[in-house]
């Protein structure tokens, strides 16, 4: 099984940037799609990114588009999150997690602890 472990979280402040990463750990990166997701405190989960298994494709939310950029580097097992242009509604848990590409980057399998990114003054 794939596991996940995110990093780069921290407090901001607005306008400014991010960068978090997604260590994975098992038999494979190469052919599995991920997601960033996130949720903020008396919010649902929701996604925020996803990538293919070759990092050819991308797919994000409307809340995100232009402002976020998801990447991955399979030689090193790590996906990318860079995080541009904060606000304060982006402060929430993000997590990593597997997804199906082509099924609405629906995530499978299970949460890890997630990383927390705070945008405040």
């Known amino acids: 099984q794939l596991q996940f472990v995110e990093s780069g979280g921290g407090l901001v402040q607005p306008g400014g940037s991010l960068r978090l990463s997604c260590a994975v750990s098992?038999?494979?990166?190469?052919?599995?799609?991920i997601g960033w997701f996130r949720q903020a405190p008396g919010k649902v989960r929701e996604g925020v990114a996803c990538?293919?298994?070759?990092?050819?494709?991308?797919d994000y939310a409307h809340s995100v588009k232009g402002r976020f950029t998801i990447s991955r580097d399979n030689a090193i097992s790590k996906v990318h999150l860079q995080m541009n242009s904060l606000k304060p509604e982006d402060t929430a848990v993000y997590y990593c997690?597997?997804?199906?590409?082509?099924?609405?980057?629906?995530?499978?399998?299970?949460w890890g602890q997630g990383t927390q990114v705070t945008v405040s003054s």
């Open positions: 990538i293919s298994s070759s990092g050819r494709s991308t």
């Open positions: 098992g038999y494979t990166l190469n052919n599995a799609a």
């Open positions: 997690v597997r997804v199906d590409y082509n099924n609405g980057c629906r995530h499978f399998g299970s």
